[in-house]
């Protein structure tokens, strides 16, 4: 008992640390993008779909010893591709689709161990229940989801605080070679066991044999699609709140990992057998949690509240997936079909997730997922409650009515007022067009939930700089006090919204604008007029914008602004200290590296005037309190080497001392504490 308990306990903790660790491994490839969790995930489910099928059928098609022998090949085979670092040809250039191009990657880098890793749960307790036909082997999965789990919590934690993300990888690799050791240790032990006298009477009651469960009926096709359901739905629940908590805060593994890891601990509560799934209390929990996660992401109001947000949706998670892994249990076959109900278990998995990180973005203009999943986890749940006590069909009829309800609510409010709604892998775009009259007709791009950029209508007033990037902004104060040099000036801009800041060009100056998003470029020609307007010249760069200026010779820029944000999320990889080694070497000497680091929930100034120290910079913090009518509050902060520039007093009348915090770290591209900088 205790060799398989151990393999299955190694191989599900490898199984889900492996998640993190790739995912951080390229997030920087692909803007900090939140949809790279969400795509790395499709992955893990499908692969894990495609071992538990081959669990399935090496168990039922295959000898005992014939079964074995493959795996070990497999097993051995899989060692050649260790470590698990992704090679750099793997790097996009811009014009890629991430998607594929993820996936193509994960499997080129991780895809036999990852698939051998999803293979041992369902595979070594057919060997156990094959080995020892009078004990159950449901208990061993509850083992192998708490061994996930610790892998999960202990990583942000644990890990990724100490250690860079290479010797992550080179530590998962070891860790995968005791994996190998054990499993094929698990094989040959089952075989033995199989083959003396006293087992070999009782095999008939191992899976594909006849044994003590003879008398049950094979699982229906409706029974199997229900298994399907049932996963497919907390699956897709699960993703979709991912999208939900991390597209306004920064996609980072902290904030991947509390999903996963309640979702992970609903598997082990409810395959542990101990009676945590009470039906009675969750089934009226789920329809009272599924109105409040609807009404909480319909209503407007609430959408920047934080607290509110993840502690609703953390809990309305759980509760959810409690009813969908709680009702597998009651509906679990007899050990011999048990490859079945976890094959159907991964397929729905899979399913549930290729919905969110595949089709969605593909058919849906917006997040509406999350809002589809609740209605159907209440549909769900009318389903189930159809044969039980009428009070549970009246709380599952008022669930399902407020999740539609909330749903028509949201959908109603996202169109409000658009004429352009667009989504793709790095988020949802929405031109809005408000005012009554010519003289506030306006309009702005929303990014997610949240104002990337205005411009007014009126032909007097179309070419004055908005929001962020008024002239009392950092930003503009900075531009506007080069404006009185004789040279022209290049600016370079990450990330270009609108393209607001070209409004600040004369003529012989360059603008250039880096851009990861090609939807973000075709709404700034298209829908504003800030750059045709302009009187610099303009160059547009797509990709990521770190790995463009990786990759280019020095640009000699007098100011460097970087203003990418994927809703209100920052891509951290563009705040770290190597990033801002990679700007220096653009820069002219003495030249400004600008960071906007305006955000509802992170305090990053600490952050920024760390890395300043770090690389010997001056640096000065320029708040907008926004009271003009076409501004909005701001937050800059200039880094730079010319202490005359900033001794300036159209810039120095108006910064704000900065408290630095010497006992936080330094950001790198190994390690940030989001946790340490929320307001």
Request: hydrophobic share 50%; aromatic share 10%.
């Amino acid at each position: 008992m205790l060799l398989y308990a151990a393999t299955i306990f190694v191989s599900a903790f490898l199984l889900f640390l492996v998640q993190p660790v790739m995912a951080k491994q390229i997030l920087p490839w692909f803007g900090g993008s939140a949809t790279v969790w969400t795509t790395c995930l499709v992955f893990f489910q499908t692969a894990l779909l495609a071992g538990y099928a081959y669990s399935d059928v090496t168990v039922r098609r295959l000898t005992p010893r014939a079964g074995v022998r493959l795996h070990a090949l497999l097993l051995l085979a899989s060692l050649a591709l260790l470590p698990i670092i992704p090679g750099v040809q793997w790097k996009p250039g811009g014009a890629e689709n991430p998607s594929w191009l993820i996936l193509g990657m994960l499997a080129a880098t991780i895809g036999l161990p990852y698939f051998l890793l999803s293979t041992t749960s369902p595979l070594v307790q057919a060997w156990f229940a094959r080995a020892r036909p009078g004990a159950s082997p449901y208990r061993l999965f509850a083992l192998s989801n708490f061994a996930s789990m610790l892998a999960l919590v202990g990583y942000p934690f644990l890990l990724e605080p100490w250690a860079p993300t290479r010797e992550q990888a080179i530590g998962w690799s070891f860790g995968y070679a005791l994996f190998v050791l054990l499993c094929a240790a698990a094989g040959w032990r089952s075989l033995r066991q199989h083959t003396t006298p006293t087992v070999r009477a009782l095999a008939d009651d191992a899976p594909g044999g006849a044994g003590t469960d003879r008398g049950e009926a094979p699982p229906t096709l409706a029974r199997q699609l229900l298994w399907c359901t049932l996963s497919a739905t907390g699956s897709l629940l699960l993703l979709a709140v991912s999208n939900h908590i991390t597209q306004n805060i920064a996609a980072v593994p902290l904030l991947w990992i509390l999903p996963l890891a309640l979702y992970l601990l609903t598997f082990i509560l409810c395959f542990d057998g101990s009676g945590w799934y009470r039906r009675e209390i969750f089934l009226s929990m789920l329809a009272a949690a599924l109105g409040v996660m609807a009404w909480t992401l319909a209503d407007p109001k609430l959408t920047h509240e934080l607290e509110i947000q993840v502690g609703v949706f953390s809990g309305g998670l759980f509760i959810a997936c409690m009813f969908c892994h709680g009702e597998l249990t009651r509906l679990k076959p007899a050990p011999r079909y048990l490859t079945r109900f976890y094959l159907m278990i991964s397929v729905g998995g899979a399913a549930g997730s290729v919905l969110v990180g595949i089709v969605a973005p593909l058919v849906l203009p917006a997040y509406f997922e999350l809002a589809a999943g609740l209605i159907l986890c209440s549909l769900l749940l009318l389903w189930q409650v159809r044969r039980e006590a009428p009070v549970y069909g009246v709380l599952g009829l008022v669930g399902t009515a407020v999740a539609v309800g909330c749903a028509i609510w949201g959908v109603t409010a996202f169109y409000a007022n658009a004429i352009v709604a667009s989504r793709n892998f790095y988020g949802v775009l929405r031109v809005q067009e408000l005012g009554d009259n010519d003289a506030n007709r306006r309009r702005s791009l929303v990014h997610g939930t949240i104002l990337h950029g205005t411009q007014y209508l009126g032909p007097e007033i179309r070419q004055r700089a908005t929001t962020y990037y008024t002239a009392t902004s950092g930003i503009g104060r900075l531009l506007e006090s080069m404006h009185p040099r004789m040279d022209p000036i290049r600016v370079g801009v990450i990330g270009l919204g609108t393209g607001t800041l070209a409004i600040y060009g004369s003529k012989g100056d360059v603008y250039r604008f880096y851009e990861i998003n090609p939807d973000v470029i075709e709404v700034a020609q298209r829908d504003f007029t800030f750059l045709s307007d302009s009187d610099a010249t303009i160059e547009l760069a797509l990709g990521d914008a770190r790995l463009s200026l990786e990759r280019e010779p020095a640009q000699n820029l007098d100011v460097l602004a970087i203003d990418a944000f994927s809703s209100d999320a920052i891509p951290v990889h563009l705040i770290t200290s190597e990033a801002v080694g990679i700007y220096r070497r653009h820069l002219k000497p003495g030249g400004v590296i600008a960071f906007h680091v305006t955000n509802r929930f992170l305090n990053l100034i600490p952050v920024v005037e760390a890395l300043a120290q770090a690389h010997g910079l001056q640096v000065m913090h320029l708040p907008d309190g926004g009271l003009d009518a076409m501004a909005t509050r701001s937050d800059w902060v200039l880094l730079t080497t010319d202490v005359r520039l900033l001794a300036r007093p159209e810039l120095a009348g108006h910064a704000q001392e900065i408290v630095a915090r010497r006992d936080w770290r330094l950001w790198t591209d190994a390690f940030n504490n989001l946790v340490q900088v929320l307001k």
